[in-house]
């Protein structure tokens, strides 16, 4: 009878740590794939918020952008973010975002001072 018990036990745990096998390498997969979502998000707002610095912080004085991307670049250095060409690319579609807005806003400005009279 113990014998049985030992076989079913045995048994048992090979069922524990097959399954254990199988589903450890699942479970990473998701929480890498949804760990890096979140991350590529969060390094998206810190682009943007030190985008959005940089251009109110060096607009008058930078007109060609470079010491605005290096703010950019130093500030998410500084919070430990790889400086990629990924990141690089986000640097830029968060000026374009800006730039667009701004010409948004002056296009505003114009029609409520003109009145809406061209």
């Given amino acids: 009878m113990n014998d049985l018990y030992e076989i079913i036990g045995n048994l048992l745990a090979a069922v524990v740590v097959g399954l254990l ?18 991350t590529q998000e969060n390094i998206w707002k810190l682009v943007q918020s030190f985008a959005r610095s940089a251009e109110q912080l060096y607009h008058d004085q930078d007109p060609s952008g470079e010491k605005r991307q290096q703010f950019v670049q130093e500030q998410l250095r500084a919070m430990g973010v790889a400086v990629t060409e990924a990141v690089i690319n986000m640097i830029e579609g968060a000026v374009w975002e800006i730039n667009t807005e701004n010409k948004k806003a002056l296009v505003q400005t114009k029609e409520i001072v003109s009145g809406g009279a061209e």
């Avoid at 589903?23 to 949804?34: G, I, R």
């Fill in 21 to 38: 096998a199988y589903l450890t390498p699942k479970a990473k997969a998701w929480f890498t794939a949804h760990t890096d979502a979140a």
